[in-house]
């Protein structure tokens, strides 16, 4: 049992394989480039929102029974790696939250990145913290 | 340029296709069975803890077209499918928070599934809101 992703767009900074090692730790701006196909898709997301991006970690080497339990950078224990957000993982999926400054098109400009320049982005969900928060719940 | 990704495990509540329409709104209780393979990965992963858990839409129609601007339950209007949290979206991946109630091996007990029975898991990490919640972040 497997799932085929194609990515939606990619993650543009200009600064190539440098980047904060988490998204909340991070000012790089920059903007996320979406395939204009999925252009109408991007309606309603709003400057000053927080967004949901989830990219693929195409640049990390593959994952290895020894990266199960991992030492992050400013630890000095190694814990499982579903309990941290490092890069090496069985399906190599990054999410970070970013906060949106403009939509023009299918481009939307964002703060706080922590991907590479040219990470596939492979989708965008609002940031959901709670049932006030969900955008399909009862708002008409 | 495609990612092909594979299940680390399932979730399990024993409703079949039923489910709340998000975890936010969501009191139902279940498991997460993890591929024993995997279950070093989990250490860290705490009994009262915030998890991301991110999934596989395997039960939904292709996305389509059509399907950019969707009017969700409860709402009179349709929005794009990237601020909303849809099952029919690009890449089928859904994102649910939930509760840690116990760990038992590769088998975490959570609360405020939103998923079907048999869902496959594909990621697992922690739920961050912000810089001091980040779990690399210097903590030592």
Redesign the interface.
């Known amino acids: ?8 767009g990619f993650v543009r900074h200009g600064q190539g394989d440098q980047a904060p ?2 998204w ?2 991070s000012d790089v701006e920059g903007w996320l480039e979406i395939d204009p ?9 709003e400057p000053g929102q927080q ?2 991006v ?1 990219f ?1 970690f ?1 640049r990390s080497a593959p994952f290895e ?1 020894s990266l ?2 991992q030492t ?5 224990h ?9 890069p090496r ?5 990054g ?1 970070s ?1 970013l906060d949106v400054l403009r939509i023009d098109g299918a481009r939307i400009d964002v703060k706080h990145l922590d991907m590479y320049d040219g990470t ?1 982005i ?5 940031f ?4 006030d ?8």
Chains 1, 2 share one sequence.
Do not use: E
């Open positions: 049992m497997q799932v085929t992703m194609k990515p939606i090692r988490h909340s730790i196909v999925y252009g109408d898709g991007l309606s309603n997301i967004i949901v989830i693929w195409d029974p199960l339990r992050p950078p400013n630890r000095n190694p814990r499982g790696v579903f309990s941290i957000c490092s993982r069985p399906n190599p999926i999410l939250v596939p492979l989708d965008i969900k609002p959901v913290t709670g049932k928060a969900c955008p399909s719940t009862d708002k008409r």
